[in-house]
């Protein structure tokens, strides 16, 4: 069993939240165990929580159609949501269910480790841009520790707001020059043989 498939088991056998009492499925996230991009949204709506896989309802048909204005499909990229349980009602989630999923997500980070990450709305943009805003970052990003860390609105944010599928269309756009960058940094700078560099403490 790959590292993924034996985490996914751990997920789903996990009732710390009073939210895995209503869930029909947890959804661990899906997509290739070497993606160089990580897509990170918010939570399971109705839909992910029928079938346990993400964004498979509307705001998932629209990321598909993100990913194939940059010629990626699905299986290529992996996709992962902050917390893995659906909140009843598609209500926003808790703190504390934020802080109990928090260890699944690490470990795909650690198991999958991407070259970008991209953060789908704002709960997923406070993990690694804490304090800021989404209107004021997205469509930037930041490196910290070899990763690319890039903030987009939630695709569901153009469902409710026309006016913002153009923006998270062209914030889209940005991500395969960012690849390109990353994967040339990468080749300049191989990871240290003897010596590790310390880890940084805080994200930015
Ligand atoms: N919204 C999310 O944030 N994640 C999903 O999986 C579906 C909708």
Redo the contacts with the bound molecule.
């Keep these: 069993m790959s590292a993924l498939t034996d985490l996914y088991q751990e997920i789903s056998l996990c009732r710390q939240c009073e939210i895995a009492k209503t869930r029909t499925r947890v959804?661990p996230g899906e997509g290739a165990e070497n993606a160089d991009i990580l897509f990170i949204?918010?939570?399971?709506?109705w839909?992910?929580d029928q079938q346990g896989r993400?964004?498979?309802?509307p705001?998932?048909q629209f990321l598909d159609s993100l990913l194939s204005s940059i010629n990626l499909k699905r299986p290529q990229v992996y996709?992962a949501?902050?917390i893995k349980c659906r909140p009843p009602g598609n209500r926003d989630p808790l703190p504390i269910e934020i802080t109990n999923c928090q260890k699944w997500l690490d470990r795909q980070i650690a198991i999958l480790s991407p070259k970008i990450i991209v953060t789908?709305?704002r709960?997923s943009m406070a993990k690694f841009f804490p304090g800021k805003s989404i209107s004021k970052i997205h469509g930037t990003a930041q490196t910290q520790n070899g990763i690319t860390y890039f903030a987009m609105y939630?695709?569901?944010a153009a469902l409710h707001q026309g006016n913002l599928r153009q923006v998270i269309e062209q914030d889209m756009l940005k991500l395969p020059p960012l690849l390109t960058q990353a994967k040339a940094k990468m080749i300049k700078e191989p990871e240290p043989k003897s010596e590790p560099q310390p880890e940084q403490l805080g994200m930015f």
């Design positions: 959804v949204g918010e939570a399971p709506g839909h992910e993400p964004f498979v309802g705001s998932g996709i949501n902050v789908l709305g709960y939630h695709p569901a």
